[in-house]
Antibody, heavy 125, light 106 residues
Framework: EVQLVESGGGLVQPGKSLRLSCTASGFSFDDYAMHWVRQVPGKGLEWVSGISWNSNTRGYVDSVEGRFTISRDNAKKSLYLQMNSLRVEDTALYYC??????????????????WGQGTLVTVSS | IPLTQSPSSLSASVGDRVTITCRASQAISDFLVWYQQKPGKAPKLLIYAASTLQSGVPSRFSGSGSGTDFTLTISSLQPEDSATYYCQELNSYPLTFGQGTRLEIK
């Protein structure tokens, strides 16, 4: 079965760190770029970060640039998001998503045919 | 590139033809996709390249448009189509989504 499973969410204080993980199965993980998309409960979707198949290219939304780091381990079929200096406004459900278009980080490939179930990150004192 | 969806919500009856629009602030060719999201679930890809139906998606869903104006049409609304629909542009980073259209079945 093709699936993505996220983990690592939880309650954390502002200024602290958290590391999200996403494990893939059922497809050739190292053939595709991967992304993180978040959603404040009851609100819309926001693209957070993406990474090419070989980790050579990464990108971030401005609001997390310098605080979040995306990485991947193709041998472990895993995607990660290291989140530092967390803010209240980072509170959201974080989805891991597979790029349908291919392994490059080109924006034209960056639409998502496989999504995880999401992991909830709550930043609060 | 900001995207504006309209309407933000709508209510329609089973069998109705429903159209949702997505407008980009600048031309994006056909770099637009549509998702369906049901409560408590992850988004599901419906349409890519503005008008190509994703495998497994019912043929009552269709997309059209190019440049700045795009539409998602459901030709004959079914009860299971109750959901929120989002457009997303692929023209450049950071990728952006429309604010969503909540579709309710009367």
């Amino acid at each position: 079965e093709v699936q993505l499973v996220e983990s690592g969410g939880g309650l954390v204080q502002p200024g602290k760190s958290l590391r999200l993980s996403c494990t893939a199965s059922g497809f050739s993980f190292d053939d595709y770029a991967m992304h993180w998309v978040r959603q404040v409960p009851g609100k819309g979707l926001e693209w957070v970060s993406g990474i090419s198949w070989n980790s050579n290219t990464r990108g971030y939304v401005d609001s997390v640039e310098g605080r979040f780091t995306i990485s991947r381990d193709n041998a472990k079929k895993s995607l990660y998001l290291q989140m530092n200096s967390l803010r209240v406004e980072d509170t959201a459900l974080y989805y891991c998503a597979k790029s349908k278009g291919g392994g490059d980080f080109w924006s034209g490939y960056s639409y998502f045919d496989i999504w995880g179930q999401g992991t909830l990150v709550t930043v609060s004192s | 590139i900001p995207l504006t969806q309209s309407p933000s919500s709508l209510s329609a009856s089973v069998g109705d033809r429903v159209t949702i629009t997505c407008r980009a602030s600048q031309a994006i060719s056909d770099f637009l996709v549509w998702y369906q999201q049901k409560p408590g679930k992850a988004p599901k890809l419906l349409i890519y390249a503005a008008s190509t139906l994703q495998s497994g998606v019912p043929s009552r869903f269709s997309g059209s448009g190019s440049g700045t104006d795009f539409t998602l049409t459901i030709s004959s609304l079914q009860p299971e189509d109750s959901a929120t629909y989002y457009c997303q542009e692929l023209n450049s980073y950071p990728l952006t989504f429309g604010q969503g259209t909540r579709l309710e079945i009367k």
